[in-house]
């Protein structure tokens, strides 16, 4: 079975170099998770762990590692455009590889930002773009961001929604840093749940319907809690005074979970057979896309590619719904040459 790997992270040379001179200068800590895992820089380390897959025509669209460069200000612009350059560069060399890229972008500046969209779009051949959850603490619905998100779906193309929060953002009010890694444990799920809300709850979604996004680690926390978001949602309102979410409630053109059940999320769970088949429950077939997180595993790129491997093979699934899953979903809506 072939598998095309639709949200993993790498750093092309140049980008890669560019983030280690700008940590030089500034003091400021922009690797430490990168530096240890050459599986995100070297590119004979990730074909090696690559290779080790081959049996299964295995290939990976590629996108960024953290941080999002919005967060790096004044170097933003240039690190997109260095980082979309080298993605390029290792689709046209290693199609066979990576047969895809998605784009990244200087989200803070959004003029700049569609700038950078369409360049990758009409020039480099970018298959999609990766898109987190906050743009240096501002919500994806702002009215300003909207201009980048629109010239995303002229393109066809879609958003991966990829989460970002830091130790910074504390886990209670009284104090002033979230400790035990809880902002990546329990943050990071709760920060994608949360931009897909605001998504559908801002209209964002009515104004674009063609707008497609695919939520990494399957969806987050939606799936788990259909509860909550179905009839949850469907009494949207009753418990709140101080807005009238019951006239926005009806204002929307779908119940709420409606909406949910209409992004497409990825199968990177970090080996998790239990939450594997919650979210293929949720999404159905037709909107889950194979992917690892590589190389963000205890094995540093090999581990997590080869346990979701194991788990979707040994889901009970029609030939027909595996290869949707496995390559098919991600070749339709990356619009990648099927081979």
């Not at 773009?129 to 961001?145: C, K, M, S, W, Y």
């Not at 201009?147 to 009010?173: C, K, M, N, S, W």
Request: hydrophobic share 40%; proline share 7%.
């Amino acid at each position: 079975m072939k598998f095309v790997d639709a949200f993993n992270h790498f750093f092309p040379a140049r980008i890669w170099q560019m983030l280690l001179d700008i940590e030089g200068k500034t003091g400021r800590d922009i690797g430490k998770r990168m530096r240890g895992i050459p599986c995100i820089y070297d590119l004979d380390e990730r074909f090696r762990v690559m290779d080790m897959f081959a049996q299964h025509e295995y290939s990976q669209v590629l996108s960024l590692g953290m941080p999002p460069l919005e967060a790096l200000g004044e170097h933003a612009v240039a690190l997109a455009q260095a980082g979309n350059d080298g993605m390029a560069e290792l689709v046209r060399k290693y199609p066979e590889r990576f047969p895809g890229f998605v784009a990244s972008l200087p989200m803070h500046l959004p003029d700049e930002a569609c700038k950078e969209a369409e360049r990758a779009f009409r020039e480099l051949g970018a298959n999609g773009v990766q898109i987190h959850t906050n743009v240096n603490g501002a919500p994806l619905d702002e009215e300003r961001f909207f201009p980048i998100f629109e010239t995303i779906t002229q393109h066809r193309r879609p958003v991966l929604l990829h989460p970002a929060r830091g130790a910074g953002r504390p886990d209670y009010a009284t104090e002033s840093q979230s400790k035990f890694e809880i902002w990546w444990t329990f943050g990071w799920p709760y920060e994608t749940s949360a931009a897909m809300a605001r998504m559908v709850f801002s209209r964002m979604l009515d104004r674009l319907p063609d707008l497609k996004v695919v939520a990494h680690h399957l969806g987050a926390m939606v799936p788990y809690f259909e509860g909550r978001v179905g009839p949850g949602w469907d009494q949207l309102g009753a418990r709140t005074s101080d807005e009238d979410y019951a006239a926005l409630l009806t204002s929307l053109k779908k119940r709420p979970l409606d909406y949910f059940k209409d992004f497409y999320a990825d199968s990177a769970t970090f080996g998790s057979r239990p939450a594997t088949v919650c979210g293929l429950d949720f999404y159905g077939p037709d909107r889950v896309l194979f992917a690892s997180d590589c190389p963000f595993d205890p094995e540093k790129g090999p581990g997590y590619i080869r346990d979701t491997i194991a788990i979707l093979e040994g889901l009970e699934l029609s030939a027909e719904n595996r290869a949707k899953i496995c390559y098919g979903n991600a070749e339709a809506l990356l619009h990648l040459r099927a081979g």
